[in-house]
């Protein structure tokens, strides 16, 4: 994860202000934990687990002897995590999803991640640290959204558009995205190699008013890798110029892939073109 981008308490108040406010992020919760198979869990871990709203969506579903640990990077985060979870069975460590292996002890049947997985870092250096966590059978669920995965179709929202050509107009040269791809064959490889298994991957639309992706975008950690050149004030006047132009009443659509992905006995051995790529420099950003 980008390092400092997430720390800060404007990040965690407004962060858990827009997820208690806002449907987005209780709509990706609920179907994130439908597929982890919550009532077969004992011990949980969250992910890049912010101010805790997968969390909590999961203790709903959580059978009364089960734990759920979360993890994440931002002390701020973990720190209003711990105020809005009253539930005992949940408990909060700051630290890199990479480390967890060295932050709390296994056995854990579940493994889950809203909204985060590819922030988290190196994918090979957090399948490792699960690979130490979790028991035989027990399974990751994580998603990520469409556009950030090669050759899956996304499409770009009217306040997408309106927020590049502000960025466009201060910065004097195109706005060109700077977000790391996802790809699904690779982590697929990768996962094999680490001892897990890609069981499904599905497709979900979130369908909603366009005025919760220009809120999403008020939240510092959230606009500043698509602002990278403007100071402050100028992120500001651009963000409020986007707004101004979009409609935040009109309905979009934001697809995202759900991945389950369950461990294995034993690692694989890790295939040649695996091993190559592993090797080779990191293609485009």
């Known amino acids: ?10 990040n965690a108040e407004i962060y858990e202000r827009f997820v208690r ?25 969250d992910l890049g687990c912010g101010t805790g709203a997968t969390t909590r969506a999961f203790l709903r579903r959580l059978p009364a002897g089960g734990e759920i640990v979360g993890i994440d990077a931002s002390r701020e985060m973990v720190e209003v995590a711990r105020a809005a979870t009253l539930d ?13 292996d060295r932050l709390v002890e296994g056995p854990f049947d579940r493994a889950v991640s809203n909204a985060a997985f590819w922030q988290l870092g190196d994918p090979r250096e957090v399948l490792r640290a699960l690979g130490a966590l979790l028991a035989p059978g027990a399974l990751l669920v994580f998603d990520v959204p469409a556009e950030r995965v090669p050759g899956a179709a996304a499409p770009i929202h009217p306040f997408q558009v309106a927020l590049a050509r502000a960025i466009e107009a201060r910065i004097g040269e195109p706005w060109v995205p700077t977000a790391t791809p996802f790809d699904p064959a690779a982590f697929g490889e990768e996962a094999e190699a680490a001892g897990f298994a890609v069981a499904s991957i599905e497709r979900l639309e979130w369908e909603g008013p366009q005025g919760e992706l220009i809120e999403l975008m008020e939240i510092p950690a959230m606009i500043a890798p698509l602002a990278r050149g403007l100071d402050a004030a100028q992120t500001e006047a651009a963000l409020a110029e986007a707004k101004a132009a979009s409609d935040p009443r009109e309905r979009v659509r934001v697809p995202w892939l759900y991945f389950v992905v369950e461990r294995r006995q034993a690692p694989r051995k890790r295939s040649i073109a695996a091993a190559q790529r592993a090797a080779s420099p990191a293609q485009g950003t």
């Open 88 to 100: 005992p069975r949940a408990r909060f460590v700051v630290g890199d999803a990479a480390a967890a």
């Open 21 to 45: 406010e806002r449907r987005i992020y209780a709509w990706l919760n609920e179907r994130l934990v439908e597929r982890a198979a919550p009532e077969r869990a004992r011990r949980v871990l």
């Open 1 to 10: 994860m980008e390092e400092g981008r997430w720390r800060g308490w404007d």
